[in-house]
């Protein structure tokens, strides 16, 4: 009995080989692996058939072969990346996907993917469905711990683990990004506890009659407006687990949008009025952390600005007779700069103490602009070049001199 080559490829892969030749059959190979959805074979597939078209061996070490031609596989081993990982990442299978497409796409084409693979796996559905939690978890995994959307991994994180995970989460796998990929993640938590504030404290005023409904008022404050209502509600109830406020007043810190400024500066004024025995003592400037956050937050909302920086600069000479920290300095820093203050921002980024090994962690994640953009905003290379001179330092010397130059011939 003859075996029939539509049901048998291998008779028919060895019939095209023998009638039109071995690249159509690689072809033909890779085109049915497609249509059947078995992508790491068409991978396998893909690295055979690019070998054989290079006149590389089918097997073994290339280190002897040809350059250009070892860079030519590379580039068919990238798109063969790119052509099984899309389609895994749209059936769900994360991981498996990712692996392809961690070295061959942009994060950027693999964020916008992982959303609407998120959207599809969050979608209501009855019963339990192992397979898409599976694919969850995984796409927790690579959105958060590997760095392609952290606020993706949060927000999924939140909805299935909570808020205390998700803040550890974010501490362990977001805290040490840049402050622009931080930033979306640190808006989430924000709104997310600024939320549960809201709602909790409105209502507890419902239920004790102090408001009418349980509803949160709209506008940018609306905490303040509710403790307002009822005359700062100086009892000592609690409605927020305390760590967790304290910990996304720190976070928020890295965020620079008004929205997420005004529910930071909401909440700190909700922190302003917990009893002292439940807070934990923060880290200079932030040892009182309701007062200290209010002030950060409300400056940079127009509030008592010049209170906050003589706040600020006074924290920043205190630390720096102590010998305790450059936090201080830093945040001086950091507020000023974002006050539209450069010149001020570079004095006192020239005062802060000098920094004992590793760079501070506002200076690591880019939160701190550097010397040479305080003196480029300032207009005031001089005297940034007066400093390296005493301390010095060339190198900042030098990228002063050339900014210097170019910003000139502008």
Known sequence: MTSDPAADPFTALAATAKREGV?????????????????????DARLLEARHRLGLPLAGDLSAAPQDARDALEQASLAACREVGWPLLDEGR????????????????????????????????????????????????????????????LRILLARSGTCNTITAYEQAVSRLPALRQQPAARLLVAHLHDHVAESLA???????????????EGDAPIAELLAAADGLEDGSIHVDVS?????????????????????????????RLPSEVVYPGEPPFEQVGPASRAFFGAQLGHDVEGAVALFRRAA??????????????????LLWRLGRPAEALHA???RPADEGMPSALSATGMLPSLVELASAAGDHATLQSACRRHGDEITFMASLAAERAAAAR
């Open 23 to 43: 690249a159509p059959a690689f072809a033909e190979l890779c085109a049915s692996l497609a249509t059947r959805r078995r992508w790491h074979a068409l991978f």
């Open 94 to 153: 994360v991981a498996a996907g990712w692996m392809y497409l961690r070295a061959a796409a942009e994060p950027t084409d693999v964020a916008a993917a992982l959303a609407k693979v998120a959207d599809r796996l969050d979608a209501p559905r009855e019963g339990d469905d192992p397979a898409a939690d599976e694919s969850l978890q995984e796409l927790i995994h690579v959105a958060l711990w590997e760095g392609v959307d952290p606020a993706l991994g």
């Open 203 to 217: 209502g507890d005023l419902a239920r004790r009659g102090l408001r009418a409904d349980q509803r949160v008022p």
């Open 244 to 272: 967790h406020l304290q910990s996304v007043l720190r976070i928020a810190r890295v965020c620079t949008d008004r929205p997420t400024l005004s529910r930071a500066w909401d909440l700190a004024g909700y922190a302003c």
């Open 317 to 334: 000479i205190e630390a720096k007779v102590a010998e305790s920290g450059t936090l201080p300095a830093d945040v001086l820093v950091l």
């Open 349 to 351: 980024a020239l005062d």
